[in-house]
């Protein structure tokens, strides 16, 4: 077979892999619907300014969903605004400890006309999937040129890094 007919049918098959695997994992799945679904949680918006010394780029924006009862956080959302893309990733948590992150990038196509990158417009990028139990990373899929392509990057020491700090902003403007 030639490779050419070969490459399109690798990339269905990983691409079936990363769908299904919160399949893999009902009870991940079903965290994931609920707090989708769940309109009751409340919303904390943290911008630049309220958890960073110097801007990137173009923004940070942290979004925590907590319960107002307890006060109990069950999603965070951070969009990065960079000037190369625009990178998206959430943490679903149970017992505020992470159940499942999503993470997406989308690279902005570059125009070597004018030498910079065209914001208007995407070129590549990654999506990744990563499972959680008792905060040991147990299984992952990612599609695309991801930022833990350095294997001396840890991706579970680093979510949980970045799951520790967003929290505890969350954390202190829902006490202000």
Do not use: C
Not at 56 to 61: I, R
């Amino acid at each position: 077979m030639k490779p050419y007919l070969v490459v399109p049918f690798l990339f269905i098959m990983v691409s079936l892999k990363a769908q299904n695997i919160l399949e893999q994992y009902p009870e991940v799945f079903e965290i994931k619907k609920s707090i989708d679904n769940n309109e009751s949680l409340q919303p904390v918006i943290l911008e630049n300014d309220d958890f960073i010394d110097d801007s990137l780029d173009g923004g940070v924006e942290v979004i925590g969903f907590y319960n107002s009862t307890t006060q109990e956080i069950k999603k965070i959302s951070i969009t990065l605004f960079l000037s190369y893309g625009i990178q998206r990733y959430s943490f679903y948590l149970k017992n505020e400890k992470p159940v499942l992150v999503m993470d997406k990038f989308k690279q902005f196509d570059y125009d070597k006309e004018l030498n910079k990158f065209d914001d208007q417009n995407f070129d590549g990028g990654f999506i990744g999937t990563y499972i959680f139990n008792d905060n040991r990373l147990i299984d992952h899929i990612s599609l695309g040129h991801k930022r833990f392509e350095d294997d001396s990057i840890d991706i579970e020491e680093t979510f949980l890094k970045e799951l520790d700090f967003y929290s505890k902003k969350i954390s202190e403007a829902l006490n202000d």
